[in-house]
Structure formats: C-alpha cells, structure tokens
C-alpha cells in the first residue's frame, strides 16, 4: 500500500530524513519508535504534504500513486489520513461543517455523489459514539477549548468518518489518560483493523501498543530506520532504552 | 455638498480614496437622510454592488431621536469605487449599530466612513467592520466617534478587522476617538491579518481543496457582521451576496 523508498527531506535548509526506506502492505499495523529529534514527525508531515517540508531525494508511492506528486489534498482524498500531534484549532468553523466539507471534497475528487446532510449527520452521530464523544462537541468550532485528550478523541472521531485507506497517526497517545487511551486505542482498531487498510504509529511510548497491537516495529533514529523487527522490539526498547538499542 | 470642490488627499475623510473616480461622479448629490423617531426601532441594509469599473458613493446624515434605535448592515462589494458614509447623530438613550463587510479584489478602492456624534447622554453605538482584500484592492474604514460634553455615560465600540489575501492587498483602519464628557466607554480595536496557514493545511490534509477551505475561513471571518440582520431574507441576500463575492477571489 506504501512503499516508501530512500526518502530524503529538509526544512529549512537542514536535513531531517536521510535515506529511510519502510514498506507497509495492507491489513498490517506498524509502529515507528525513535528518540526526539529522529525525524518523526517530520516523517509524518512529510508523507502528508506539509508545505515546507521539502523532498530531496527518493520516492514514495501509495496504491501505486506517486505520492508526491499530488497535492495534500489529493492526498487525503486518495485515502491518506494524517493524525496531528497538535490538532489545529479553528475558531468560527464548526467540527460538523468542517467534517462535511473535507467528506465531499473527498467524495467530489472520487467522482462521488456528495453526502445528503441526514446521511452525514448519521454518519458522525455513529463515530462520535465509538470514541465516547459527545455530539454536542461536534457541533463547536475544530478543535477551539478542547482538552488534549478531547482533540485526540476528535481526531479519531475525523478519522471513522473519512474513512481512509491507510492512517498515519502522529502521537496520537500523547495527551491522553489511562482511559482515554483505552478508548480511543479501540477506536483505532475498531475503523482501522481491517484487511484492506493499514495504520502507521508514531510513538514515544509502548502504552498505545498495549491496545492497538503491531504487526511490525521500527526504530527511526538520525532520519533513517536502524532496526526493525516484531512487537517484542517495542518491548525491547521500553525495557532497554533507544540508546541501548540503536547502538 | 454640491458647491465645494474636488476633494484632495490632504483631507483626512478622503487620504485613501481613488480620486480619479470620485471625478467622474462629481459633483456628489445631496446625501440621504435617515431620521428615526423617539422610540421607534428600524433595520436598514445597504448591498453596494455597483457594476464593475462604476463609482458608487452612498453618503447618509442619520438623526437617531432619544430611545430609538438604527440596525444598519453593510455589504460593500461592486465598482472601482465603493464608498458609503455616514453622519450619525444620536439622541439621549439611543442606539446606533452597525454591521459592515468589504470584500474586495482586483483594483477596486472600497471605503467606509463613519462619524458617530453622541449628542446626548446614555447612548450607545457598536460598528463592527470585516475586510477581505485580494489582488490590488484597498478597503479603508475611517471611523470617528464624538462624545459631545454632556453625553455622560456613553458606550461605543469600533471593532475592525481586515484580511489580507495577497500581499499586493492594502487595508487602512483609523478609529479615531473625540471625547469631551468625563464618564465614558468607548473600545476600539484594529487588525489586519493573513489567513491561517496551519489551518489550511489541516484542512487539506482532511482533504479540503484550497478554494473551499479559503472560502470557509473567509465566511467564518465576515460571519457574526450579519448576525443581527432581524430579516430572514435581507440576511440570505447579503450572505448570498458576500458568498459569491469571496468565491471570485479565493
């Protein structure tokens, strides 16, 4: 689903990933662990399109699509979903209008008939539910007076409703309580363990891998990939230390 | 109004102006008068679209009489030129609110003029100013508000905010306060901003395309102007009105 081959970025002038290569196929749930600095999240918006973030050296292709060379927004709409360490707050945009907007210029770019505004609602009554978010925080601007813990839920609650191919999750366990990550681990499961999808997680931490469990684990440190192996290496790493490790 | 000559920069009311338009429309009729009766409450709007390349200059002298109340919405988005005034003058215990949006793109110079005279005590006024500028436009709001000396108890906000689409946009908003009472509200507060980056790239990222998610910061930025508007179907106009304008720049 995406092969990402001796990808090279920069920001800035400086550069961030130098040479990584990772392959994610579909039904398969990875996990990328690194120290700060190892080029995380840069991987993360660099696959999403952040402006710039620039490509300087390899490819990356999703469903055979060379990613870039679409646009962010054709990106998502291709089924690329990118979970945000900080949710962008959006004041006088309400979630619904917001969420509405993103499914139908999806839908429009697939050549798909727009969702009726009942069928939406639905829809998002039924999301809501799953990450134990109330529907009225849906209806108050993105993100605006969230706690941490309610921007990630809400960043999930986006994700059911779009519905998308393979998710690239950004610290999404940052922020969160005990049972918040329980909640909004299910949640990830619940939209994303399926055959033909796949999930990218980006974490500091094992707890997330507690409940949403990986079929593979790398460790990215200095902008490339240094080990991979199962779910036991997040152990390994939890247990020993990145500096034991990427050693 | 009729005899004087052609306005310069050098005044104040007119150092932001496009003279060459004003020209072609000089000399300006009288303007209209407004008078609202003690007590009584009215609602007006005002979509100033004139056709492109005309020069539109609506000037208005309101008397607002004691315990009355003026509601006046503004869409100011047609001509090379779009200029709307007002003179307002209000009476003991009365209110004047007014809501305005200018939304401009190509070489257009759109303007509003606003002095607000509290001649009496207790009376209270509120503007509420959004721009949206793109391409080469320049949206100016020049607003003065008078505090004769026995309009004790006083309440008047100017809240102005522009956004800048281009860099090659211009915005100019000079609240000016004159207060010659002692026990007195007035806020006043000015901004010109861009939009939101980081937004928009959440957005995309949502799979928004550019048009659309511009467009949604845009109607979020002017929404709250038409919120008062107590007719249902005046609000859908000018709504409508700004909706279409924004999407010829976004």
Not at chain 1, 43 to 61: H, I, K, M
Not at chain 1, 74 to 96: H, K, M, T, W
Not at chain 2, 1 to 22: G, I
Not at chain 2, 98 to 105: E, K, M, P
Request: with cysteine; net charge negative; charged share 25%.
């Amino acid at each position: 689903m995406l092969e990402i081959d001796n990808l090279s970025n920069e920001i800035d002038g400086k550069a961030i990933l130098k040479g990584l290569s990772l392959s994610i196929n579909a039904g398969e749930v990875h996990a990328i662990m690194g120290p700060n600095g190892a080029g995380k999240s840069t991987l993360a918006y660099t696959l999403g399109g952040r402006p710039g973030y620039e490509v300087t050296g390899g490819e990356a292709s999703f469903d055979g699509v060379n990613l870039f060379s679409l646009e962010p927004h054709e990106r998502a709409a291709a089924g690329l979903f990118l979970g945000f360490q900080y949710p962008v707050e959006i004041p006088g945009v309400s979630n619904l209008q917001f969420l509405r907007e993103s499914l139908n210029s999806q839908r429009k770019a697939r050549g798909e008939e727009p969702l009726s505004g009942g069928a939406f609602i639905k829809l998002a009554k039924e999301k809501a539910a799953l990450l134990g978010l109330d529907m009225e925080m849906l209806k108050r601007p993105v993100n605006v007076g969230f706690s941490g813990g309610e921007k990630k839920r809400a960043e999930m609650v986006q994700m059911g409703i779009l519905d998308p191919k393979l998710a690239i999750l950004d610290e999404t366990d940052s922020g969160l309580d005990i049972d918040a990550l329980k909640v909004v681990g299910a949640g990830i499961n619940a939209i994303m363990r399926r055959p033909d999808k796949a999930v990218l997680l980006i974490t500091h931490y094992q707890r997330l891998l507690d409940y949403v469990k990986p079929d593979f684990v790398h460790v990215l440190a200095k902008g490339r990939i240094v080990k991979s192996g199962g779910p036991e290496l997040a152990l390994e790493l939890e247990r020993e230390g990145y500096a034991e490790v990427v050693a | 109004m009729t005899a004087l000559a052609l306005p310069t920069r050098k005044q104040e009311e007119w150092r932001y102006s496009d003279l060459d338009a004003v020209a072609s429309v000089w000399p300006l009729p009288a303007p209209a008068r407004i008078a609202i009766q003690p007590g009584a409450s009215e609602a007006y709007h005002l979509i100033q679209n004139a056709a492109e390349g005309a020069a539109a200059i609506h000037d208005y002298v309101i008397d607002i009489a004691d315990g009355a109340r003026l509601d006046f919405h503004l869409l100011n988005i047609g001509g090379k030129l779009g200029r709307v005034t007002f003179d307002v003058t209000l009476g003991r215990d009365s209110h004047f609110e007014l809501g305005g949006a200018i939304i401009g793109g190509g070489d257009q110079t759109l303007e509003i003029v606003t002095k607000v005279t509290h001649a009496q005590p207790d009376a209270t006024s509120g503007q509420t100013i959004r721009s949206i500028l793109g391409q080469r436009a320049t949206g100016s709001y020049l607003g003065s508000i008078n505090v004769a000396r026995d309009a004790q108890r006083t309440d008047a906000f100017q809240s102005v905010k522009a956004m800048l689409l281009d860099r090659t946009a211009t915005a100019n908003a000079k609240p000016e306060l004159e207060i010659f009472a002692d026990d007195v509200k007035c806020a006043h507060g000015a901004t010109v901003g861009e939009l939101d980056r980081q937004a928009l790239f959440y957005m995309a990222s949502r799979g928004m395309d550019p048009a659309t998610a511009k467009t949604l910061l845009l109607r979020s930025f002017v929404a709250g102007v038409f919120d008062g508007v107590p007719d249902e179907a005046v609000k859908d106009r000018l709504e409508a009105a700004a909706l279409a304008k924004l999407e010829t720049l976004v």
